[in-house]
Structures are given as structure tokens and as C-alpha cells.
């Protein structure tokens, strides 16, 4: 649970106040622009992809928006890297809180699935239920066998078929992964740290959403409870102001505005400065995702004015929103997507004055450079 000093009581109001209320504000403004705006579903694609290369950046690695499009679209023109592939995994965390239930994403099994551990139930079943029995009901299919180098290999690939096969049944389909000591530290306890920054994220219902916000990801950036998937603190703190209702209309991009705030603040020896620092990188986040709302949807009337005295049955409209919802796009997706020949995708590009970037065949709208 959260400690004493923990507490937003003891924080300095008069150091929070000023950036809080600002932070509330830019937020509200964004939240309601996309509510109502034309373009809200392509603003949401594109800052999916923009906030998983921030988180990248946080950490001090390098991923281009380019190789991440091209990675989620598999058009890699090269053997994706470490840090891609952690992207990727970034993007597909952020689509599905994203698509789930405003709280999912805090629940047991929603926190089980996001990390990917195998711990939560295809079921009904209440937390802990079920859970022995799913491990009691697999079987040792482990070979006695030490001459087989096959063995082990086999063996996982028949209890991951008898897992499968529970699924199917409607079963529970838990199972106890055994961490390698080589690459996790056995006196992390991770699933009790959880638990705890958890049940911390459900207490303190009366207080402002955003402080609430501001604490708990304090939190989990001064005591980690994941040991290896540190990241997934940035998303399931906007999965927080989702489920409080701050944010009804999209998924706060909680990397991308952190970008705004030099380090020195964010890793600030002092709690309070820390607390403002995240408070001004809401702010001024919310206040970018608004201008670039605006210059987007200034492009797409820009683009729709090309359109007049086209058949009703044009691709043209369904190729605007494809763009607006890519930070980059070349002919081969916009074949794969519109189901036309990579030909027709050129000409299409080339119909509505879409700028190349690179020699490879890949545009950007004009005005989103």
C-alpha cells in the first residue's frame, strides 16, 4: 500500500496547485477536441506508433518511425533490431488497453495478460480460482529420456498443445512459468509489488485523477515491480485515466509528452519536483497533440478539395484516412489496404500529391512533415 509519504496529502500544494489545474486544462481541451473531431480515429493510429518510439527514447535507444510502420506492416527492409522489436511490443501493449474496457487494463487478469506471463484465466473464474487447478491439471510430459536433445523442446511443445486444448474446452488455462535465474532475479517479488502498486491505484478514489496519476507513476519509476518490462508503467498509468473518465476519447501519450521535460527534472532526487515535472509534461503534451490535431486536419480538408467531382465508389477518400492514420506510408501498403495493384497505389499517391521522403517509394502527406 502507499506509504506516508506517499500520501497526496504530503505533497506541497502550493508548489502542485499551478501545474496541476494547468495540466487538467490542456488535458480536458484534448480529450474534448477529440471527441468530436473527423479525424480522431487517424490521430489515435498515428500516436500510437509516436508514443512506442518515445518510450524507446525515454530509455535512451534509437527507433524510427519509418522502421516501426514498416515492421507492423512486416515490409521490413532490414532484420528488425532489439530495440524495434521492443517497439513493436510497446505498440501492440498500447493498441489493446486502447481497444479494451476502461478497466481491464488495471484488473488481475488485465495486468496478467499485458505481461505476458501466461497467469491469467480463459474463463469466468474469480482471481486465484482455478489456478491450481490449472496446474494441477497439466500433465509431467517431460521425456526421462537424456540421450534426446529433442527432448525438452518436445516436451514444451506438448504442454503448450495440452494448454491450447484447454482453451478450446473452456478450461483454465494457467500455468506456473518457471523464471531462469540467469535473466530474472528470484528475490524480486514481482507479483507482490504489482499486486501492491495495484491495490495502491484502487485506494485513493477521492482524490484528483491526474495527482492520483502523477503518484502512482512516481511509484513505479522509483521502485519498478516489473524487472524487465519497466515500460509498461507509462501505459497503464493513461490506462488509469481512462478508467477515472479524465480521458474518455483516447489514451493519454504518456512517453511522448515526457520527451518535453528534460531529464534533470525527471529524475529529480526531490519527490515534489518529480510530481510537477510529470504535471508540466501533461500539459505540455496535451497542448502538442492539440496543434498537431489541427495541422492534420487542416491537410485532410486540404486533400478532401481534391476530391470534388470524383465517383462515389473512389478509393480516394479510404486512401486520405489510411495516410492520416500513418506517420509514413509507401505504395505496397496502400496496395495491401485498398486491395489495388501496387501500380494503381503510385499512380493514386501521385493523383493526390503526396510527398516522397525517401528514394524507396514512401510519402507522407504534404503539411505533416
Known amino acids: 500500500m502507499m506509504r506516508d509519504q506517499e500520501k497526496p496529502e504530503s505533497i506541497a500544494w502550493e508548489k502542485i496547485g499551478g501545474p496541476l489545474a494547468a495540466a487538467e486544462d490542456a488535458l480536458a481541451r484534448l480529450d474534448e477536441r477529440l471527441r468530436t473531431s473527423p479525424i480522431a480515429e487517424g490521430w489515435i493510429s498515428r500516436t500510437h506508433f509516436q508514443d512506442a518510439c518515445a518510450s524507446l527514447w525515454l530509455a535512451g535507444e534509437l527507433v524510427t518511425l519509418e522502421d516501426l510502420v514498416l515492421h507492423d506492416a512486416r515490409m521490413d ?30 484488473s488481475r487478469d488485465g495486468l496478467a495478460a499485458l505481461r505476458g506471463d501466461g497467469r491469467g484465466t480463459a474463463g469466468t473464474e474469480q482471481p486465484g480460482e482455478g489456478a491450481d487447478q490449472g496446474r494441477q491439471a497439466l500433465p509431467d510430459l517431460s521425456s526421462d529420456d537424456g ?25 483454465p488455462a494457467v500455468t506456473s512459468l518457471v523464471r531462469d535465474p540467469l535473466v530474472y532475479d528470484p528475490d524480486w517479488e514481482e507479483d507482490e509489488k504489482l499486486e501492491a502498486w495495484r491495490l495502491t491505484a484502487s485506494a485513493p478514489l ?12 512516481d511509484a513505479w519509476e522509483t521502485d519498478p515491480p516489473l524487472e524487465r518490462q519497466v515500460w509498461l508503467g507509462n501505459l497503464l498509468v493513461p490506462a488509469l485515466l481512462r478508467e477515472r473518465r479524465k480521458t474518455r476519447a483516447h489514451l493519454l501519450c504518456l512517453n511522448s509528452a515526457l520527451r518535453y521535460i528534460p531529464r534533470e527534472k525527471r529524475r529529480s532526487p526531490d519527490r515534489a519536483t518529480r510530481i510537477v515535472a510529470f504535471l ?4 505540455a503534451g496535451a497542448e502538442a497533440g492539440m496543434k498537431d490535431h489541427d495541422r492534420w486536419l487542416l491537410v485532410r480538408r486540404s486533400l478532401e478539395g481534391k476530391l470534388k467531382g470524383r465517383r462515389s465508389i473512389s478509393r480516394m477518400p479510404a486512401l486520405i484516412d489510411f495516410v492520416l492514420a500513418r506517420p509514413i506510408t509507401s505504395a505496397g501498403m496502400i496496395a495491401a489496404e485498398l486491395g489495388v495493384t501496387p501500380r494503381a497505389a503510385q499512380d493514386m499517391v501521385a493523383e493526390l500529391g503526396l510527398r516522397e521522403i525517401t528514394g524507396r517509394g514512401r510519402y507522407r502527406a504534404w503539411g505533416i512533415l
Open 206 to 217: 477521492s482524490d484528483p485523477p491526474l495527482l492520483t496519476a502523477a503518484v502512482l507513476r
Open 280 to 283: 508540466g509534461a501533461i500539459a
Open 77 to 106: 527492409v532490414r532484420s528488425p533490431t532489439h530495440e524495434l522489436t521492443r517497439a513493436q511490443a510497446v505498440l501492440r501493449a498500447r493498441r489493446r488497453i486502447a481497444a479494451a474496457e476502461p478497466a481491464w487494463p488495471m
Open 147 to 171: 540421450d534426446d536433445p529433442l527432448a525438452d523442446e518436445l516436451a514444451a511443445l506438448d504442454r503448450a498443445l495440452h494448454r491450447s486444448s484447454q482453451i478450446l474446452a473452456g478450461g
